[in-house]
């Protein structure tokens, strides 16, 4: 099964040749500031894309997923996508659960302070995950920034080696792009960021071959498309 992975588009979307694919990922940031106009330019492309399943999470400059979110959901999932807000979804056989939460920098959308703020939203990732969406990293994992700061999350960190998925995709820090491991601990960390800080521009889609652990189903999904 073949998966596509984006994140950090920030309207830049129509620069990216995306293959054909079984599951479409977008792990959010994929406005500029994330007004209406914006969302449902985005939404025209990426429901144009040559894939069976397309799942998107929110990112911290997606507003109007925060500030209306019943609107965002609506249209998003008119689009045909699988949108995920601290949730699960069963995807083309797939487990997939997805949170647009980030630890707080400036006065951006999604943000909570670090500790027993954040550590609430990541109590509930589930065991058994073949994917977890998150928009940022964890701690120590495709984090730095251009200033050498580790700016991922201690406490998502904390709980993905206790329940360790397959997958682990995200973005948020666009500098630090690129595939991560942990000694002992099975999943693949994966920064997807499209856009590039220095210098400027998009990378194209992180591309990968992934089966379920079992035979796909019907489609079935849980909180997803309506």
Known sequence: MRLVLLSDTHMHHEALTVPRCDVLIHAGDFTRRGSRSDVEDFLRWFSLQDAREKVLVAGNHDFLCEEAPDLAR???QKAGVHYLYDEEARIAGLRIWGSPITPRFGHWAFNRDRGSDIAAHWKHIPEGLDILITHG???GLG???W???DAGCEDLLARVRQVPPRLHVYGHIHEAHGEFSLPGLPTRFLNVSNCRLMPFGVRPPFVLELEPRSAPGTG????AVG
């Open 220 to 223: 079935e999904s849980s909180g």
């Open 74 to 76: 609506d249209l998003i």
């Open 137 to 139: 990293p964890p701690h």
């Open 143 to 145: 984090d730095r920034t």
């Open 147 to 149: 200033a050498g700061v």
